[in-house]
Each structure stands twice: as C-alpha cells, then as structure tokens.
Nanobody
Framework: QVQLVESGGGLVQAGDSLRLSCTFS????????MGWFRQAPGKEREFVAG????????DYADSVKGRFTSSRDNAKTTVSLQMNSLKPEDTAVYYC????????????????WGKGTLVTVSS
C-alpha cells in the first residue's frame, strides 16, 4: 500500500513563503502522477497543483498560478510544493495525493492520500 507523508506546514504571515514536501513509499513513485490539494475549514477539498510522472508537465489552480511551484525528485521519491506570496486565503490543510491512472486533477481520480499538513497564513 502506497504511503504518503506531508511535511513543512506551519504558521506564516501574508507575503511569506513556505515549502511543503511529500515523501512517497511502498510503491513505484515514477508510475504515479502527483497532486496537491487543500481543504479550508467549511469548504470542499480543491485542487492546487499537479505534476506528471516525469515532472516535465505541471498544472495549477488559477488561484495559485504564478505563486506556487510543484516539483518532484523521482530518485528521492519526493514531491514538493513551493508556495510564495502567501495570502490568508491560502490557509488550509494541504494534502499530497498520487494517481495511477487518468489525467484529470480531481480528488476522485487520486488513488492515495496523505494525512495532510496545516498551513496557516495570518494577515
């Protein structure tokens, strides 16, 4: 069973940067496309960023384009999310997810999930 463990969350001020990491284990990392999703209190889980199996293609939600960057290291089986110019509305629990099939960046298409890491951005 694939395991995903996120790290790097915390409390920051608006305008600050934060880097999230997700460690993948118990599977073939390069076989999975990896996504980042987030869920704010009282809201549904939403797509944030996704990266292809080789790392040569990325997708981002409009709300984070130009501020967030996703990358992966297949040798180290890790995926990262660099978050710059953070805003209070970025406050959420951030989840790492892995998908074996398909190409859509929706929660239902992801096969495995981490437990999440909390990011809080104060104004």
């Amino acid at each position: 069973q694939v395991q995903l463990v996120e790290s790097g969350g915390g409390l920051v001020q608006a305008g600050d940067s934060l880097r999230l990491s997700c460690t993948f284990s118990r599977g073939t990392f390069s076989s999975y496309r990896m996504g980042w999703f987030r869920q704010a209190p009282g809201k549904e889980r939403e797509f944030v960023a996704g990266i292809s199996r080789t790392g040569d293609s990325t997708d981002y939600a409009d709300s984070v384009k130009g501020r967030f960057t996703s990358s992966r290291d297949n040798a180290k089986t890790t995926v990262s999310l660099q978050m710059n110019s953070l805003k209070p509305e970025d406050t959420a629990v951030y989840y790492c997810a892995a998908a074996w099939f398909g190409s859509r960046w929706i929660a239902d298409a992801m096969n495995y999930w981490g437990k999440g890491t909390l990011v809080t951005v104060s104004s």
